[in-house]
């Protein structure tokens, strides 16, 4: 794998990242607490302390403090993208979607209270996420605030997660090609990746040209997070299966091994990790330490 362990031969990743999620999950308890209507609040917090490995939220504090901003000022957007990402995943497993029974280990949303109480939890979630900016953000310019409020807004609605599922479930039974799966990906996972990244630099004071950096940054580790998910779909499968075609390979869903090779496949993940590192280059060297190791950790994670 492509690591920079010369540069940072002792970063503590793992710490690093247990250290962060613990203060997103005390955050994310603290953002919600338990309150009249009894069964709505319990629902979003059944759904949002579920787990999850938090990956958005330390994306975006790593972000804000690459550009000299420190964590403080950028916990209430990060705590906003994983309520935005779980509201996504609530809907994403409804019946009407992609009707799934389990999600992080536990029954779904909707299995434990039912469809209609996993709609509103899910809609709560999202609208909640955009008070908890505006109202919770501190020690930041008010323009910089509604500045990553746009930029949450427009990775989740009809040009960000929303498009990429309605043309998801519209190719559903079709073949597709390369150019539309990755429209789809780009959509439905590299756009709230991209959020986080961005909202971070905003809110930590970065320049345009430090934002724009971050964002080509996110967007190569955007899509190497699915392009690696569809890997280890085929890898797993196959390590489970004893067979050398796993899952995805064999089945009618277009996924980058398949329309790629599985070779192919790591060759672009190799190269879209080559391209977020690049990026990193022209920031302070120690700052960049997390977010190279966490491109690292997206692009040769095993699940
Ligand atoms: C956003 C308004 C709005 C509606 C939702 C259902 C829908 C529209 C979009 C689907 C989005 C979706 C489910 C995308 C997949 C994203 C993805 C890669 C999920 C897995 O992320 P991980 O691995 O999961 O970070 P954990 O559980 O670790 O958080």
Redesign the pocket.
């Known amino acids: 794998p492509f690591t920079l362990d010369i540069l940072f031969p002792k970063f503590p990743f793992e710490d690093y990242m247990r250290s962060k999620a613990i203060q997103v999950n005390k955050a994310l308890d603290d953002a919600i607490p338990m309150k009249d209507p009894i069964k709505i609040h319990e629902a979003m917090r059944y759904s949002l302390l579920a787990?999850?490995?938090?990956?958005?939220p330390i994306l975006c504090i790593a972000s804000c403090e690459l550009v000299g901003g420190n964590e403080s000022q950028a916990i209430p957007v990060a705590c906003a993208i994983e309520m935005?990402?779980t509201?996504?995943?609530i809907?994403?497993d409804l019946p009407c979607?992609d009707n799934d029974d389990l999600r992080?280990g536990k029954p779904t949303n909707h299995k434990v209270y039912g469809e209609n109480t996993a709609v509103l939890a899910?809609d709560a979630l999202?609208s909640l996420a955009f008070e908890h900016v505006a109202t919770k953000t501190r020690n930041v310019s008010p323009n910089r605030v509604v500045r990553a409020i746009a930029e949450l807004g427009s990775s989740?609605?009809s040009d960000g997660?929303?498009a990429?599922?309605i043309v998801d479930l519209s190719s559903e039974g079709k073949e597709i090609n390369l150019a539309e799966l990755e429209y789809i990906h780009i959509h439905?996972?590299s756009k709230l990746l991209e959020a986080a990244v961005v909202c971070g630099a905003i809110l930590g004071g970065g320049s345009h040209s430090e934002v724009d950096r971050m964002r080509n940054y996110a967007r190569c580790i955007g899509l190497l997070?699915?392009v690696v998910?569809d890997i280890l779909d085929v890898t797993k499968s196959s390590q489970q299966l004893g067979k050398t075609a796993g899952k995805d390979l064999a089945s009618d869903k277009a996924t980058y091994p398949k329309l790629m090779g599985l070779q192919g496949a790591r060759k672009f993940a190799d190269e879209l990790v080559a391209m977020a590192i690049e990026e990193l280059s022209h920031f302070d060297a120690a700052k960049s330490a997390p977010l190279y190791h966490l491109a690292n950790y997206i692009a040769y994670r095993e699940n």
């Open positions: 787990g999850g490995k938090r990956i958005r935005i990402h509201m996504s995943l809907h994403d979607m992080r899910g999202l989740v609605g997660l929303v990429g599922q439905k996972t997070f699915q998910d």
